[in-house]
């Protein structure tokens, strides 16, 4: 318990001495989680469109599939991505491992089922009868989508926020493909995990606590853009 | 188009910039110096001197006494080279050099490293230091082990705990970390199978499957005994009501080796910089500040150097002074 | 302007619509009236070309839609549907009206000046910019109306679009609608469960039942000269009974029915013998006592079996051998002093009488 209370005020104590590495660390986490979630944006909103507009066989399949794998596990995604780019993986050339564009990568990949999932949903919560009257409008195909998107835009952002909060708050692929290198690759949620290991409870607790403040503000700062 | 978007998009721009340019910055000042390290030496922006970097893996019980974020910051200032350590846990280091994704090993698992070296993986072994692993539990030790020699100990948990006897529970690392592989070794020694005998050999035997700091929290709940490193065990003393129990014993030694990976087996290692690390780290020089490392935290150096001909001998049996490069 | 033939739509197992002919030329309002489930939104839907028909021949505008496919855009922009639910985006009241002209890439002055007359016309003007969500149901269905409007749409489909609204609302849009199709000669396609609102908006009337368009006429014809019992059961014809032809005079056919002889103004349906008299309980005068005063040529004596109150209305029925239902203002049945069980005489024109033939019915 006591732990918890010096946490916080360690937290206090860090955001206003402007703590250097504390500041780096941060950057780091916000850098790597939100280029994750504006590239895996960039393709899962698109993707969930696709599915949701369009009858194929195997649709059913597809987004059961996607479901499931909002669950993926953030290790397992962590390993895969370093067999593939580590020097002696296929794409070991790229000498993206241990750099903040390799866990870019890897947190992208990790969020992009989760963001097109979601999309689906926001989608499908559009009324059956609000598409009959966009179509009945005489709106062309691409109108149609552009329409529906805007409609849809609350749930399609909550989709987003949720990708950016797995992003920012996951340890196990950050960890295996940044490998936590001081002054290189550590976000926050490394350095929790490394504070956790070396017995510093109130300085996890403390990152723990700038972790969530930097979330809200992306979510306030989404939130008003959005409004706007 | 809107004034909303175009907040966003300069929110965006501004954050990338500062993430672009941090990449290669970091501070150093910090409250009560731990994972963000009390250190003074400022990294450099970019590594100077032609960009040389390199890439050591190491174990969580080493990185997390401190010693290599002090190395690092000595290292950096004295030659301009990159360090770039990753700390994740013996098995993932090895994984990582066998892998070809560091140029340099610096682990304390003995067997582990023989079987690296056995496989051609790895080159210029040298031990460093060395200090004791020790073998912790409750503080009424109802296994009755106090300051036995640790095969004898271990002997003595294994019968006792077999049979039952209350308040007898050993946690294991169980996690082929350079910890449970000396764990494994003193089983082997006091002529118990592992995976047959002490694995799964009844309720008393718990397997943590995590850290150090963990499993020493776990043993703790439970009473348990358990080995330790003495670097990780002081760290969590004061959360602990575990004591040192056996802390004497050539079984107990930890001895602490660094090696190159094998250039024939990654022709991208930067044999260069590992060899000129190690040559370094085996120097007088180094030697003495990692021998009085620790005095500061703990009251105690948490590190015995070595020095030949002490380390060629046993129970060390390795090289510790000999330079690799040939210059 | 609208030529459907054999129209079927399968949902999953179930067949909604069974094979619907439909026929709706230029100016024409057209209002289809059916109970729930009959199909008459998905029917409304296929015309408006936003679900295609399983099968059968659709011709718009001259144009056969199952043969020129990539016309179809082209062709749902010259009509326009309103829903039964306001169906309205989370914007403003103008962007919502605007967005019809917006996918046909109208002129921004142009769809500003006809945003605003349009909202004049049905009385929102003062919510330009407010957001549609703030607005009641009638509201947001009157600026669901001006969208469709403003983009003029040469056909106009309107499913059940008064339903659930308040009296003020349903005027301001059953009288739009009557003079965009009076000037501007707009066709209209309505469908209502509101029989009233069938009559006074409607200039042909069809009747939907079980998927399939039964009748189309007019309002008259519909109300009181029913095809066959299902549609009369539908427009609240009280009086169906079975009967046998006995012979024809001049205009009138009489028929016998549960024994007693009535004169009906019209000839018989087909030669054979078997038909249904019908007749409505409005048609039908009442009094009381034994002595009918009245010129019409059917007067039947009963006794008073049952009345029931449908304010301000009372339904009365009367046994005279057979059930006769009779329709009388509740004043009336007052000042009658009608109560059960007494003496009342019920007397009926030959020109109320209706002959359906029997085997025009459809079983089940």
């Given amino acids: ?228 | 188009m809107s004034s909303g978007t175009k907040l966003l998009t300069l929110s965006l721009a501004a954050i990338l910039a500062l993430g672009i340019c941090l990449a290669g910055c970091t501070g150093t000042e910090t409250p009560d110096g731990q994972a963000i390290p009390n250190e003074t030496a400022t990294k450099t922006a970019a590594p100077p001197e032609g960009g040389a970097v390199l890439k050591i893996a190491t174990t969580t019980s080493l990185y997390d006494t401190g010693l290599l974020d002090m190395i690092e910051d000595t290292y950096e200032e004295k030659t301009g080279v990159d360090l770039q350590i990753s700390s994740q846990g013996t098995g993932i280091a090895i994984e990582l050099a066998t892998r070809c994704d560091v140029d340099l090993l610096f682990v304390h698992s003995p067997s582990q490293e023989q079987d690296f070296l056995d496989a051609g993986y790895g080159i210029n072994h040298r031990c460093i230091a060395y200090n004791f692993f020790q073998i912790v539990g409750p503080e009424d030790d109802p296994a009755g082990i106090a300051g036995m020699d640790p095969v004898e100990g271990f002997r003595v948990l294994y019968e006792k705990g077999t049979a039952g006897e209350p308040g007898v529970l050993f946690v294991s690392r169980g996690d082929n970390s350079g910890t449970h592989s000396k764990e494994k070794a003193l089983w082997d020694m006091a002529g118990y199978d592992y995976e047959t005998e002490v694995q799964g050999s009844g309720e008393w035997y718990i397997e943590a499957g995590r850290g150090m700091g963990e499993t020493l929290v776990l043993a703790s709940e439970k009473d348990a005994y358990t080995l330790t490193d003495e670097g990780t065990f002081l760290a969590f003393q004061t959360d602990l009501v575990l004591v040192p129990i056996i802390d004497q014993g050539d079984a107990l030694l930890n001895r602490y080796s660094i090696m190159a990976v094998n250039p024939e087996h990654c022709p991208n290692v930067n044999i260069e910089a590992a060899n000129n690390f190690i040559d370094w780290i085996i120097s007088d020089e180094a030697k003495e500040m990692i021998g009085s490392f620790g005095v500061e935290d703990y009251g105690k150096a948490l590190f015995t150097p070595l020095y030949p001909p002490e380390c060629t001998t046993s129970p060390f049996n390795c090289t510790c002074a000999e330079p690799v490069s040939q210059a | 302007m609208i030529e459907a033939q054999s129209i079927k739509k399968v949902y999953g197992e179930m067949e909604v619509l069974h094979g619907v002919e439909l026929s709706v030329g230029e100016d024409d309002i057209m209002g289809i009236i059916g109970p729930s489930g009959s199909g008459k939104s998905t029917l409304l839907r296929i015309l408006d070309l936003i679900e295609p028909p399983d099968s059968g021949d659709l011709s718009l505008f001259d144009v056969d839609v199952v043969e020129q496919r990539d016309r179809v855009v082209e062709l749902r922009r010259r009509m326009g549907m309103l829903f039964q639910k306001p169906i309205v985006f989370n914007t403003s009241v103008y962007e919502n009206v605007a967005l019809g002209l917006k996918y046909r890439h109208v002129g921004k002055n142009e769809i500003d000046r006809s945003v605003k007359e349009l909202l004049e016309e049905v009385g929102l003007a003062r919510y330009l910019r407010s957001n549609v969500r703030n607005l009641s149901g009638g509201e947001q269905q009157r600026v669901s109306l001006a969208r469709v409007l403003v983009t003029d749409p040469e056909i106009l489909f309107l499913d059940e679009p008064t339903a659930n609204l308040d009296p003020k609302s349903s005027e301001t849009i059953e009288r739009l609608v009557m003079r965009m199709n009076r000037d501007r000669g707009m066709t209209v396609v309505m469908n209502t469960h509101d029989m009233l609102q069938g009559q006074r908006v409607a200039k042909r009337i069809g009747v939907m039942i079980g998927g399939e368009i039964l009748q189309v006429g007019t309002p008259r014809e519909i109300f009181y000269a029913p095809h066959n019992t299902k549609i009369a059961h539908f427009v609240g014809v009280d009086n169906i009974h079975d009967g046998k032809v006995l012979r024809r005079e001049h205009q009138i056919t009489a028929v016998e029915v549960a024994g007693t002889t009535l004169y009906v103004g019209e000839p018989p349906p087909t030669h054979r013998d078997r038909v249904k008299v019908i007749f409505r309980g409005e048609d039908v005068t009442i009094g009381i006592g034994e002595t009918a005063q009245t010129s019409a040529r059917n007067v039947l004596n009963g006794t008073i079996a049952e009345i029931s109150d449908i304010a301000p209305f009372m339904h009365v029925k009367v046994d005279c051998g057979f059930p006769v239902s009779a329709l009388v203002t509740v004043r009336s049945a007052e000042e009658m002093e009608i109560s059960e069980g007494k003496p009342a005489w019920v007397s009926i024109k030959a020109s109320a009488l209706h002959l359906i033939a029997e085997s025009e019915e459809r079983e089940g």
């Avoid at chain 1, 660390?25 to 790597?32: D, E």
């Avoid at chain 1, 944006?41 to 599939?65: C, D, H, M, T």
Wanted: aromatic letters at 8%.
């Fill in chain 1, 1 to 228: 318990m006591n732990e918890i209370i010096q946490g916080f005020v360690e937290a206090i104590e860090l955001i206003f001495s402007l703590n250097p590495e504390v500041i780096e660390i941060t950057v780091r986490s916000l850098y790597v989680s939100l280029s994750a979630t504006a590239f895996a944006s960039i393709i899962a909103l698109p993707a969930g469109a696709y599915i949701y507009f369009n009858e194929f066989r195997g649709k059913r399949a597809v987004i059961n599939l996607l479901q499931t794998l909002y669950a993926l596990p953030t290790v397992i995604v962590g390993l895969a991505v370093y067999l593939m780019i580590s020097r002696s993986g296929p794409f070991g050339f790229l000498g993206m491992l241990h750099t903040p564009q390799g866990m870019i990568v890897a947190q992208t990949i990790l969020i992009i089922p989760l963001i097109t999932g979601l999309t689906v949903s926001a989608l499908s919560g559009i009324d059956r009868e609000m598409r009959y009257t966009i179509i009945s409008l005489g709106s062309s195909q691409l109108q149609s989508i552009t329409t529906i998107l805007r409609e849809a835009k609350f749930a399609i952002l909550a989709a987003v926020l949720l990708g950016f909060g797995r992003a920012i708050a996951e340890v196990g692929t950050v960890m295996l493909i940044g490998g936590n290198i001081r002054g290189l690759t550590r976000v926050l949620t490394t350095t929790i995990a490394l504070n956790t290991s070396m017995g510093n409870f109130s300085l996890s607790i403390a990152l723990g606590i700038i972790l969530l403040g930097v979330a809200l503000v992306v979510n306030v700062v989404l939130n008003l853009v959005q409004r706007g």
